[in-house]
């Protein structure tokens, strides 16, 4: 398994959670990191990423609220999600892809997030 998803649960509106991918040493280090997400009857869509150079992406409507950010000695990609909106539910999937390619190649399985009061 390349990628390892984890960390969804249900949270309030204005709460927080915050994701874990852990990766493959080789993943991890040579391939570009990125979490999606998909809400019911939605198609999927990029939330954040962090190139393997450290570069990092946000989507318009997560800017300011989630942070990207990894820890090289656990191999691990975090997504810490602060200020939950109801419209944040949604299954999260991380995914790998090499720099050089737009093709993900690996999916790590979904971890479901629930905002709700």
């Known amino acids: 398994v390349q990628l390892q998803a984890s960390g969804g649960g249900w949270a309030l509106p204005g709460g927080s959670l915050r994701l874990s991918c852990v990766a493959t040493?080789?993943?991890?280090?040579?391939?570009?990191i990125d979490w999606f997400r998909q809400a019911p009857g939605k198609e999927r869509e990029s939330v954040a990423g962090?190139?393997?150079?450290?570069?990092?992406t946000y989507a318009e409507s997560v800017k300011g609220r989630f942070t990207i950010f990894r820890d090289a000695a656990k191999n691990t990609v975090y997504l810490q999600m602060n200020s939950l909106k109801r419209e944040d539910t949604a299954i999260y999937y991380c995914?790998?892809?090499?720099?050089?390619?737009?093709?993900?190649?690996?999916w790590g399985q979904g971890t479901l997030v629930t905002v709700s009061s």
């Open positions: 995914a790998s892809r090499r720099p050089w390619s737009n093709d993900y190649d690996n």
């Open positions: 040493e080789r993943t991890f280090t040579n391939h570009h």
């Open positions: 962090i190139r393997w150079n450290g570069e990092i």
